[in-house]
């Protein structure tokens, strides 16, 4: 049963953020999609202990990889799929209690909540870096594989 509510929110709501950045019609189901696996992989790997940062990192590849896939085969910007997938990952309430900690002057618990907002800002980051690495890797792969056909 939890898995249907993770399912079914995690895509309902990628497709709802994907709506109000006014993603074109016929990339929100491939959206909504993609925000899903990128949740299931967050929520089970922190079900697994592997950590916040780790489980945002391998996220938000998948979310990198899937987004380049859908890119490319509805010949539409990479970011069209990133922007709606990412919402479930964004530290949105960590960085609200960070600034309202700071604000309430403890500073203790401030910096907590920001090293939080830091480890998953460059976890997604880097996973993103990594994914479009290697969407290099496999282009200049394929294409090395196409050159060496022809002779």
């Known amino acids: ?51 916040l940062g780790g489980a945002n990192f391998w996220a938000a590849f998948i979310i990198g990889c899937l987004s380049i896939f859908f890119s490319r085969k509805m010949k539409m910007p990479v970011i069209i799929f990133h922007i709606p997938s990412l919402f479930l990952l964004v530290p949105g309430g960590p960085a609200y209690l960070a600034i309202r900690e700071f604000v309430l002057g403890d500073t203790k618990q401030a910096f907590i909540e920001l090293s939080i907002v830091v480890v998953t800002a460059a976890a997604i980051a880097g996973a993103f870096m990594m994914s479009n690495l290697v969407e290099k890797i496999v282009l200049k792969l394929a294409l090395k594989r196409k050159s060496q056909k022809r002779l």
């Open 1 to 51: 049963m939890e898995w249907f509510i993770q399912i079914t929110f995690s895509f309902f709501s990628t497709v709802g953020f994907g709506i109000l950045t006014n993603i074109p019609r016929k990339a929100l189901i491939a959206a909504g999609f993609t925000g899903t696996c990128g949740w299931l992989i967050f929520w089970q790997l922190k079900i697994h202990q592997v950590g």
